[in-house]
Every structure is written in C-alpha cells, then in structure tokens.
C-alpha cells in the first residue's frame, strides 16, 4: 500500500508560480511511476505530466513549455513545476503513483487526496 500526501496548492494571479509535491510513504517499492493529474468543476480528470524512474516524461500539450514534473527518489517525492498559469489551469490536482505500466497506460494504483490550484485573471 502506498500512500501520498500532496502540497503546494494555492492562489495565484495569471503569469505566476505555483510547485507542487507529492510526498510518498509505504510499499515504496512498488512505485515506478507517477503522475499528476487535474480535474477542474464540471470536467473530466486528465493527464497533466507524468515520470518515470528512470526520468522519462510526458506532458498534456496544454501544459508542455510551462509546467515541468520531476522526482526525488532518495526523498520518494514527486513535483511539479507550474509557470506562466493560466486561469484555465485552475483545478484540484491529484498525485498518482504505480508500476511503470501506469505511465503508459494511466491506470496508477495510488492516488493522493488533491490539491487546490487556483488561478485569478
């Protein structure tokens, strides 16, 4: 089982920045990849970036030249650098971890409890 425990959500104006952490704890192990996903109200949850142990990522192209996913395996902690936001970036964003095939496929077997972003114009 492993458990994680999201920071770094707040508010802040269009043109700023915002890093997230995820911290993991448990079956450490079992963890290959992670993610972060977001879902705004009255929308699906969708990819934002995800890593690799090995470091190879993946970004949704609406974030892709702003935000920047990277990990700590000595720390088992994941981040995700948000610049230039957007308030169309405003949503709840949700770490998730699992085996390397989660990265692939999305389908992570862990997930944190979300974080509120929140971008004002």
């Known amino acids: 089982q492993v458990q994680l425990v999201e920071s770094g959500g707040g508010l802040v104006q269009a043109g700023g920045s915002l890093r997230l952490s995820c911290a993991a704890s448990?079956?450490?192990?079992?963890?290959?990849?992670m993610g972060w996903y977001r879902q705004a109200p009255g929308k699906q949850r969708e990819l934002v970036a995800a890593?690799?142990?090995?470091?190879?990522?993946k970004y949704a192209d609406s974030v892709k030249g702003r935000f920047t996913i990277s990990r700590d395996n000595a720390k088992n902690t994941a981040y995700l650098q948000m610049n230039s936001l957007k308030p169309d970036d405003t949503a709840v964003y949700y770490c998730?971890?699992?085996?390397?095939?989660?990265?692939?496929?999305?389908?992570?077997?862990?997930w944190g409890q979300g974080t509120q972003v929140t971008v004002s114009s």
């Open positions: 890593i690799t142990s090995a470091r190879s990522t």
């Open positions: 998730a971890a699992g085996p390397v095939s989660a990265y692939y496929t999305g389908s992570y077997s862990s």
């Open positions: 448990g079956s450490i192990p079992s963890i290959n990849a």
